[in-house]
T-cell receptor, first 111, second 114 residues
């Protein structure tokens, strides 16, 4: 059973702060890792993908992957109220690399 | 920007009826997926489709479900005899390939079974 675990939150941060979202996964053979953002009642929107150990930066977002610890994280710098959403971690593993989703972490950025 | 489109956005059906949810994946994508999300729960994988056949399916995807690519653009999910517990958001997604590529989601179809 492939498990992807996230703290459900909510994580509350002030505007302009760094939000740190974490995710662990059970399948050591996982190869692809994704962060999606989901606003209430909407579909998941891809933010970032990461495949190798280390950091990957895209604008205000940084994804970090540590395969030895089976841990992936997302940092959001200069958080804005519009970043308030549920952040979904998805992990691709197995022969077909189909993304398995965690339950998501609710982020609230307050002015 | 290319996007996955789904129709209808909302479908209400009576228990026991058949429903067909439609999706148009991004044109150069080869892998197609259906996921569902029951209200307040996580996004769950149903089925993946590649080269005109199912490549993988979950335990949820039982005999009441079927998928089809009837022409070069559409990808459909059929639920033969709907149950109350089938009420959920159904998302179609597509990706260029199955490995190391991102899946892009459509806006979803909200299915309500009454």
């Amino acid at each position: 059973q492939k498990e992807v675990e996230q703290n459900s939150g909510p994580l509350s941060v002030p505007e302009g702060a760094i939000a740190s979202l974490n995710c662990t996964y059970s399948d050591r053979g996982s190869q692809s890792f994704f962060w999606y953002r989901q606003y209430s009642g909407k579909s998941p929107e891809l933010i970032m993908s990461i495949y190798s150990n280390g950091d990957k930066e895209d604008g205000r977002f940084t994804a970090q992957l540590n395969k030895a610890s089976q841990y992936v994280s997302l940092l959001i710098r200069d958080s804005q109220p519009s970043d308030s959403a549920t952040y979904l971690c998805a992990v691709g593993s197995g022969g077909s690399y189909i993304p398995t989703f965690g339950r998501g972490t609710s982020l609230i950025v307050h002015p | 920007e290319p996007e996955v489109t789904q129709t209808p956005s909302h479908q209400v059906t009576q228990m026991g009826q058949e429903v067909i949810l439609r999706c148009v994946p991004i044109s150069n994508h080869l892998y197609f997926y259906w996921y569902r999300q029951i209200l307040g729960q996580k996004v769950e994988f149903l089925v993946s489709f590649y080269n005109n056949e199912i490549s993988e399916k979950s335990e949820i995807f039982d005999d009441q479900f079927s998928v089809e690519r009837p022409d070069g653009s559409n990808f459909t999910l059929k639920i033969r005899s709907t149950k109350l517990e089938d009420s959920a958001m159904y998302f179609c997604a597509s990706s260029v390939s199955g490995r190391y590529t991102e899946a892009f989601f459509g806006q979803g179809t909200r299915l309500t079974v009454v």
